[in-house]
């Protein structure tokens, strides 16, 4: 689909049992603009390479960790090397892992959280700019056909003036650890030592908030959070609800859940304007749903001629076939590549460093507000 030439990339995690890794890697492919040549996948480089060998990599390029991977990268004819690579580890390894990558001469594309603290990330963004390297956090969602239908249609007027935001990203596959000591202990996402000081809110939340700050344009102010914690886990939250302020003074609510029983990956937005509002949820990707007071409600779907032209670029099958997770990423994976190639354009088809900071900040907005009563709290900028 795209055209373009093919940036040798590697990944650090990722291996044969990250169910990450594989969105990554089949998402790598779909766009048709990167090339996967190695890695550090794991923590037994043995049986990675076994595995990296199946899938028709060279084993050569497979290393036990970063510092090999770099020095025999470096030690390549410069066109072999690779260009980017794709940080796929639990929370607490990203600060450094992303740090050296972009020391290394290497574009980045990290997992959210981006890090722990919004000091790590305006640390890494220090650095980025300074070797001049370009950083994608996979905010996945933001890929979608129609959550790029959304954007643009706000960005163009179609429901006025944005007067209030409702997101929320429910999923119960903790749920069962509420009563269950053994499992708890299993869930690296409630080890404060790789998680970081949040669960539901790191892992799922600022999803959540990367949706309304992408389809909206508005930047959050503030926030006020209210979060339960999970008994055992070090203070870590396992769900919540944010009331919202943006800087334009735009009132919004953010709910995230990871104990909501029976919901699996629930993710929604609706914003409301003066004169139409605009719905999407990830239970039906493929529909955007538009109100407005004086009309019948319209269903946008993808890949139609009059859909925004954002959105209809995101869209990569005919009208009617269903498009997912993997197609949302490699959205992702393809805009990154083109900015890489010099496209100005493509600030819109990818999230940049600028919103893994402004995730950041809002998970550290989040945790003081809540640990200081549920008092309003200002992100920063």
Not at 54 to 69: F, I, K, N, T
Not at 97 to 116: D, M, N, S, Y
Not at 336 to 344: E, S
Request: glycine share 12%; proline share 5%; hydrophobic share 45%.
């Amino acid at each position: 689909m795209a055209a373009g030439r093919q940036i040798p990339l590697a990944f650090v995690g990722g291996g044969r049992r990250s169910l990450i890794g594989g969105v990554h890697r089949a998402a790598a492919a779909l766009s048709e603009r990167f090339a996967l040549k190695g890695g550090v996948f794991g923590t037994d480089p043995e049986r990675e390479r076994a595995w990296a060998h199946a899938l028709g990599l060279d084993e050569r390029r497979v290393h036990a960790d970063l510092p090999a991977l770099f020095a025999a990268e470096r030690a390549l004819p410069r066109g072999e090397r690779i260009e980017a690579i794709a940080v796929l580890t639990p929370n607490h390894l990203h600060f450094e892992q992303v740090l050296g990558a972009l020391r290394a001469g290497l574009h980045v594309i990290c997992e959210k959280p981006f890090t722990v603290t919004a000091g790590q990330a305006d640390e890494l963004a220090r650095v980025a700019a300074a070797n001049d390297r370009l950083v994608c956090v996979a905010h996945t969602y933001t890929g979608y056909p129609m959550v790029r239908q959304m954007r643009a249609l706000i960005a163009a007027g179609a429901i006025g003036t944005v007067q209030k935001i409702d997101a929320r990203y429910y999923q119960g596959w903790i749920n069962p650890a509420l009563q269950d000591a053994g499992l708890r202990a299993a869930i690296w996402r409630l080890d404060p030592a790789r998680s970081g000081p949040t669960c539901c809110y790191g892992d799922i939340g600022v999803h959540a908030f990367d949706l309304v700050e992408y389809t909206t344009g508005l930047r959050v102010h503030r926030v006020l959070a209210d979060l339960r914690a999970m008994p055992g886990a070090g203070g870590l939250d396992i769900d919540g609800t944010t009331l919202l302020r943006t800087t334009d003074g735009v009132p919004g609510v953010l709910r995230a859940s990871q104990v909501a029983t029976g919901e699996e990956n629930s993710v929604g937005l609706a914003v409301y304007g003066s004169h139409g509002a605009l719905k999407w949820c990830h239970d039906a990707p493929a529909q955007l749903i538009h109100l407005r007071e004086d009309a019948p409600m319209q269903v946008f779907t993808p890949a139609h001629a009059f859909n925004e032209a954002l959105g209809r670029g995101a869209s990569q099958l005919p009208p009617g076939h269903p498009q997912g997770l993997v197609e949302a990423m490699a959205n992702l994976y393809r805009g990154f590549a083109d900015a890489l190639d010099g496209d100005a354009g493509a600030h819109e088809r990818f999230r940049g460093i600028a919103a893994g900071v402004r995730g950041m900040r809002f998970l550290d907005a989040v945790i003081e507000s809540n640990r200081d009563g549920s008092v309003w709290t200002e992100l920063g900028e």
